[in-house]
């Protein structure tokens, strides 16, 4: 190995031949050598690294990192930004008239269900100010097949929102990174193929919903540093079949259908992107114009949507609210139509297992029904999955177990064997399957006469006078219990 005086005479003949002149005398020549590496391509660095090393006696990883600390940087003004900036239109904007205008685009456009072109319009202003909500819904393309016109509704979002980010797949490790840099309007296609398997991005997605969780942390460096990442954005999905549970809470969810032969509308052309430009200004003005003011508005939002489509529903109304010209009416109105579309089919299997025995709780008389005889019950109902639910098979009695476990209920074991009480039901009932739990035990009869499975609870299960519980006697601190030792039975099991 040479010495390190040879090096040096030879780095000072290289600076000579090459014209550098001589080296500032207080760098060591090994320090010299790794400057000059600097200065050299990738590929020619790449080709001399390892001899390099080992002629200056250190590891290649440490030579690598040393070279790398004396190539100049590029500053954020070198980099080009991806995301166009938009110049504010220079007039004050009216915003129903902005609204009515951006509606019109989307109609001209998409086939919508009723009630999807309202939220879909007051959903790019939220985009717009996005800074001023405290929870951000995510805007979501549903549909059962493909050519429903998902992507056309995903691109003419894109072309009315600030700072589109089109993507068809991502890594989770992008999306924050870009999120964190950007602040983009994320437009994620094709969702099924990659978004419903991939636990850690829907994490991503999930938690950019509310503003003060949205955030991720992740190790950065050869240090491993703990870093803080920014997820809050607004998200826009499309995709074929049901969005994730847990998406779907989070989400205005448009279901579309494909189009029948007398629906016109315009096809959407990448060519005539500029004539969304005016929009766009006066969609930027308004987020100017505004953003403070919708900060410390508090709307009102429909009593109809759950606790968490009313958290959805809040930026919406208070955009819809500034707007005013009947836009508040209309965009209320059309959160509560949508939902209702939505809540046609139950958003998970313990769900749907709920809905179902309270129709099978309806048709009995009893306040207890067999494990077994509630499984071939399940199993007679028509359009239910329960018949065919494992793999072509009927469901179990255990399987049933499993499913209601979480909500609270549980079989119980009487001289006729496994059985649930009809009160276990009760609470479940309220909680998951009524619309309006707070007014489900005191409702009245439903228009043909029939009574509710929860009617039926509080009628058959309440204490009674003379302290029997449904079909059984004995103790009863204020709700039906199950019979004990001393329980005397009068035989209607």
């Not at 279901?255 to 929009?279: I, M, N, S, T, Y």
């Not at 930027?284 to 114009?289: E, I, L, P, T």
């Not at 609210?321 to 139509?337: N, Q």
């Not at 029997?468 to 004990?484: D, N």
Request: with cysteine.
């Amino acid at each position: 190995m040479n010495s390190f005086a040879e090096i040096a005479t030879r780095d000072e003949a290289h600076r000579r031949d090459v014209g550098m002149g001589p080296p500032p005398s207080s760098l060591s020549p090994e320090e010299v050598k790794i400057t000059e590496l600097s200065q050299l391509s990738e590929l020619r660095y790449e080709k001399c690294r390892e001899a390099e090393a080992k002629e200056l006696g250190i590891r290649v990883t440490a030579l690598d990192k040393m070279v790398n600390a004396k190539r100049p940087k590029e500053t954020e003004s070198d980099l080009p930004d991806p995301f166009e900036n938009v110049e504010p239109w220079p007039d004050g904007v009216d915003g129903a008239a902005l609204l009515s205008d951006i509606r019109d685009v989307i109609q001209r456009h998409c086939v919508l269900p009723e009630h999807s072109d309202v939220l879909m319009a007051t959903w790019v202003l939220h985009a717009w100010t996005h800074d001023a909500a405290d929870i951000s819904p995510i805007l979501a393309f549903v549909s059962p097949e493909k050519r429903c016109g998902k992507t056309t509704a995903l691109s003419t979002i894109g072309v009315l929102a600030p700072k589109p980010m089109h993507n068809v797949n991502i890594t989770t490790s992008v999306l924050f990174r870009v999120i964190e840099k950007y602040c983009p309007t994320v437009l994620i296609d094709e969702g099924d193929t990659y978004l419903t398997d991939n636990e850690e991005l829907r994490g991503i997605v999930n938690g950019g919903h509310n503003r003060l969780s949205a955030y991720v942390w992740r190790s950065v460096g050869d240090d491993h540093e703990p870093k803080q990442f920014k997820v809050w954005a607004p998200k826009c999905i499309a995709m074929i079949g049901k969005l994730p549970d847990t998406l779907e809470d989070r989400a205005l969810v448009v279901p579309l259908r494909r189009k029948q032969a007398g629906e016109k509308v315009e096809r959407f052309r990448a060519d005539k992107l500029a004539e969304f430009v005016p929009l766009r200004r006066r969609a930027q003005r308004w987020a100017d114009d505004n953003l403070m003011r919708l900060r410390g508005l508090d709307p009102a939002v429909p009593n109809a949507l759950n606790d968490r489509a009313q958290d959805n529903a809040r930026a919406i109304c208070a955009i819809a609210d500034l707007a005013g010209k009947g836009w508040p009416e209309s965009v209320r109105s059309a959160l509560v139509g949508l939902a209702k579309q939505n809540d046609d089919e139950p958003q998970s299997p313990g769900v749907l297992l709920l809905r179902d025995i309270s129709e099978v709780i309806e048709a009995q008389k009893s306040s207890r029904i067999g494990s077994q005889e509630l499984c071939e019950a399940l199993c007679a109902l028509e359009d239910a999955p329960w018949a065919e639910w494992w793999s072509g098979k009927p469901i179990t009695s255990r399987r049933i177990t499993t499913l209601l476990k979480p909500y609270g209920v549980i079989p119980r074991r009487d001289r006729f064997g496994s059985c649930y009480w009809v009160a276990d039901f009760a609470d479940a009932l309220n909680r998951y399957v009524s619309d309006t739990p707070s007014e489900t035990a005191t409702s009245a009869t439903s228009a043909t006469g029939q009574q509710t499975a929860t009617e039926k609870l509080n009628e058959n299960n309440s204490p009674l006078q003379n302290g029997t519980c449904g079909s059984f006697t004995g103790p009863q601190p204020g709700k039906c219990h199950i019979p004990t030792q001393s329980t005397t039975y009068d035989g209607e099991f």
